[in-house]
DNA sequence: GTCTATAGATGGATAGAC
DNA sequence: GTCTATCCATCTATAGAC
């Protein structure tokens, strides 16, 4: 079975691929990537890699698929069983920011260079994207209409939310001193906080 | 005078050069962009644009440069005279969401192609956006001490909210239902109720 | 599966005429 | 200032030997 944190310790060719191309899109981009950058990272040559993807193009598609899928399927599990919508938006929250923080490269990567796809691909990581952004949408609401909460604008604040979190695989350092389950708790504390409204 | 809503409303041949890699660049990217295509969206022949820039690199570094330091004084400009520590986080953010609405392009472009400069240039840029965020976690430090806020930790909190903040960069429309006003409130407000923390 | 070699296309930058 | 023409480097992808 294949998790999250599977995704930089896998041992095939392939999958050590799939970790040069996520490393390497991350620092520079997908444009700024060559094929012999990827495979001299991996240890081998640019036509070899051939042997394992059809193409550039292909990495960045697995890469980005990959990752949102697993980042979205991560969230509908989390909530399961919990029917607290406080707990709820907490647990959505953990998760956003643990999987954004310990997958950090591969993430950055499925956002970052969404441009980078062809607009078939592109459209099939929006459509997984864009169900995950509406799992959350509707804790919101839900929040809202059980807690009276009032929300500005759920769009505009939903988006904002998750920027946050999400921001996290830019600057989240592994040996850093926070873990990713404390920042997960911050800006879930701040979150609901902000949502509360208890003054204004 | 040259102000941020100047940005993409001057004339020299320079300044549409300007604009439309800016336009360019926040759609592709740096690397996916070609002189080619900035010299037809201007009207003229790639040869052209080495009249008015010495190379791409330049272009970029000059919409990036000049971004950040509109942003920055802008928002420096906005404090003056304001000494309420809520009211100072206020006018700064509301000042930081509309300045990434309405130069959308530029302040993008800014950020997002950082890794596209080179290590001198980069290294230019990310020093104004540093002063840029350091005058923020000021204003939360500040917040801390006066009104007993507990910022768990400010260095994550302040990224989480420059970067909600920043954001409207990417979704911002100008025929769209809200103006950058409207969305520079929501936030402030969204963001104090947060900071104040006044249950937990 | 690996490699070397290369085809074929493209891009940044320059030269020089106007 | 504009243009056309082109150099030269680089990149993706393929071919074919091992």
Redesign the pocket.
Known sequence: MSTASDISTAET?ESRIWGAAAKLFYDKGYHA????DIASEVG?????L???FP???DILLRISLQTTRELHEGAVARLDGITDIEEAIRAFLQWHVEFHAKNKLASRVADGQLPALSEENRLAVLEMRDAHEQLFRDLLRRGAAELGWTVADERVISFGILTMCTEVDAWFRDDGPLTAEAIGDMYADFVLRGLRGDSS
């Open positions: 060719t990537t060559t094929m012999r081998i040559k640019a036509g070899s051939y042997n394992h193409g550039k193009q």
